[in-house]
Structures are given as C-alpha cells and as structure tokens.
C-alpha cells in the first residue's frame, strides 16, 4: 500500500471526512476539519462521524466502520479519506489496506497547508522541521520522499550511501532513511538557531517601541486588521493559515506615540505540537510583546471555542500572565445575537470590531493609547544638544509639547507614558523635571 502515500498533499482530490467522537467531544468538529481540508484544496464528497467508547488498536474505529468507508470511497470515487484524529503509523496502514485508498490524519493535513503557505526562508524551514519531526517515528520503506539509496544494496552507483564495508547484506532502507532524517532534522534547527539569533537582536533593537501582537484562531481577520491600522497591504484571504509569516508595521496612536504592531500565524483547534515548537521563533513576537490583541471571530458558530483553543496556545508558550484585550470581529455581519450577547457577557472589557469595514477602530485606538501611556505625565526633559540619540526617542515616544534651545542643551516639555518613565531614565538625560 506504499502508493497510496507517494504524496500526502489534497489538492484537487475527492475526499471523505472521518471523525472518532469521544464522550464530551464537540459534535460540530468536522465543520473545522472541513474548512482545513477545502483550505488544502480538497474536494469533499461525503462526511462520517462514529461514536466510540475505545480506540480500536489497529483500525482506531474498527474494521466494520473500515468497510464501510471502503464501500462509500468507492461510491463516491473518493482518493483520500481525511481523519480528524490523529492516527498511529500501524493505524493508517491497516485503514489502507482496507479502504483501498490513501489514508491521512489531521496533523498530516495541517503540515501539508503549512507547506504550500510558506513563503520566506525561516517559515519553510520551520514547516520542513515540522514534517521531518513528524515523520521521523513514523518511517517506513512506503515514505517516497527518502530516496533509495542504490548502493546500500550492493548496487555500482557512484557516491551511493554506504559504499564500501556496506555492499553484500548492506543496511536496512529503513534505517538508512532514518538516518538521512535524523541528520537533517540536526541541519535544519541549527540553521533556524542562526535566524533564531538574528530575530533576537531584531527584537532588542526594538526594545524601545512598545510592542503589541495580533493573535487568535486562523481566519479570524488578524491581517485584515493589520492592513486596516497600518496600511501594512498584507495579503488576505478568506481560507485558513492564509499567511504564516510574521510581519511588523508601526502603528501611529496620535500624539505623537507610536508602538509596533505584528501580525502572528494564526492558531487552530489540536495544533500539531511540533509546529507549535517550529513556529515558536516566529510567537516570540507575542512572548515578548507588551500587549496581545486576541482577536475572535464573532460570526463562526464555534467562537468561544476558537478564542479557548488560542488562549490554550498563548498558555502553552508562555503568554499566560500578558496583558490581552478581547477583540470580537467582524461584528457587522452578525448571525446569531443571542451567542453575540453571551460572548459580550463573558468577555465584558472586550471592544466589538469590524477590521474590514473600520467599525469601533477609533475606539480601539483610544484603548490601546491609554494602556500604553500607563498613565501620562507631562516632563521637562533638558538634554544635551549634541545627545541625538535622546532627543530622537523623546520625538518618537512622547508627545512634544514646547521645546527651547541653549548653548549647549534642549530643553522638551513632553507628555509620556509612565511606563516610560524607567528607560527614559537610563538614557540619563540632563535633568527631568515633572510639570504635572
């Protein structure tokens, strides 16, 4: 059955949906599956979900349920049928063997979106870890992708594998294969250490601006919402994990403060845990912001589920203790009030939002301006003319209000944030004086 996996990509294929529900279990998870699968490419022919106390140790919901996709996949003319679980190498071996077509989980989904969506150099890198990581416990001689190696056989190709000492009995391809993985995954994460570092003095050389992040379920508008405070002109579509790279733009508040916005990969329901460690290079904007906007798709049917599945991730990579603001979005387009109102009541300091039509974006400004002044307070800042470095970050960061010229020094009256007030201090001015 090695065949039916030489590709694990959905584009364009017919496919069967297949949930195991659990006790307790959301009846409604076929609806996220659905939209990862079309967001993938595929077509859906058919749906099943089947109640289960146990997980069935090779088929994981048994060899009657097993048959009875096999005769609907040939029904329906199905190539692939898509689980919403996530299955053990035995499991999709034994699946496939009877429903005669390819076979794949949702982890194996999600990776395959990821790979068609990166676009620069550190997310393909994160997405080939993450395949590589996935992958590797679950290798055997069916995984395409690993080339055959002609010389551990005893074959005569030049630069083969093995070589010499190797010919005769040789090593198993399996083994060989594992290897080969294992010596790449060591290659990629220090590679993605080298981006990793160079994120890092990006991030300190931000250490001035206050920086704030967008987070929360994918789809949700966080892009849309970039593009509408900043003029950022990132790309939008209405599909999951539509962009996975981060990207930063300065939002002005008014009154001459200015803090850094960025946009984050979105998160999903049982995201697969070796993206969530890829990726973490590319969260450390929302582990190191001063204010997360979580974002939260009003008009999905699943929204308070979405908004704890993304507070799950945020705990998971240490966002837990962060200042967030509740953003509910897209709240034109409403369809049920009454789930509206529930989200209202259980979120109350939440600011209801439409980043595509700008709907209450003034107020979320006033907001935002008010939790990064801290609390303002009105300075007389004398600094030495040629100190340009502190005059520049008083222009940036405060709101000069009178300024007068010396011999030898500047003299600022600035409004500043409290939170301010500390690396002000370290930029060891002439003199500060607090006017009010």
Known sequence: MGKLRENIAVRREKAILVGALFKNTCADNLAELAALAESAGAIIVDKLQQKITRIHPGTYI???????IRQRAKKTGAEVIIFDNDLSPGQIRELEEIVQVKVIDRSELILDIFA???KTKQAQLQVELAQLEYTYPRLTRMWSHLDTVTGAAGGPAAGAVGGIGTRGTGEKQLEIDRRIVSKKIIELKKELAEIDKRRVREIKARSGMFKICLVGYTNAGKSTLLNALTDADVYVADRLFATL?????????GGGSKVLLSDTVGFVRNLPHQLVASFKAT??????????????DVPSSDAESQAENAKKVLDEIGCKEKNILILLNKADIVKNQAQFELLQTIHPDAISIS???GMNLNVLKDRVLA?????????RVTVSAADGRLQSYLKSNAAVLQQQFTDSTVILDVKVGKNRLAELEKLKPVKIEQIS
């Open 62 to 68: 048994g060899s009657g349920k097993a048959e009875m």
């Open 116 to 118: 068609t969506r990166a």
């Open 245 to 253: 790279d981060t990207r930063t733009r300065q939002w002005s508040l």
């Open 283 to 296: 969260l450390e904007e929302a582990i190191n912001a001063d204010l997360l906007l979580h974002i939260v």
């Open 355 to 357: 980043a595509k039509t």
């Open 371 to 379: 939790i990064y002044a801290g609390g303002q307070v009105v300075l």
